[in-house]
């Protein structure tokens, strides 16, 4: 997946992977979610790629009601670190 946000790119095929979490439901749950942590290449820009059931915080909503969704989300290098030490229980280098 990728997008583009303020004139910088976020890819997850090219970008560095740091760590992957996910919950602990059913793939096929509505209570799914799971999330990947990467660092942009050649850059200390990172971001999440999320995505999860119609009941996680991915969701989309739809006119028929909510659906599972992804999505990719910009974060800090600090937000890196606190995201790295919550899901991973590690520290990020």
């Not at 971001?47 to 969701?59: D, E, I, M, Q, V």
Request: with cysteine; hydrophobic share 25%.
């Amino acid at each position: 997946m990728k997008i583009e946000y303020n004139d910088i790119l976020y890819n997850t095929e090219t970008a560095k992977k740091l760590g992957e979490w996910h919950n602990d439901a059913d793939k096929d749950s509505t209570y799914y979610c799971e999330e990947t942590l990467y660092l942009r290449r050649g850059q200390r820009h990172y971001f999440l790629y999320g995505r999860g059931g119609s009941t996680s915080k991915y969701a989309t909503e739809t006119k028929n009601g909510w659906v599972g969704g992804e999505a990719i989300v910009p974060i800090t290098e600090y937000g890196a670190k606190m995201w790295y030490a919550r899901k991973m229980k590690g520290e990020l280098k």
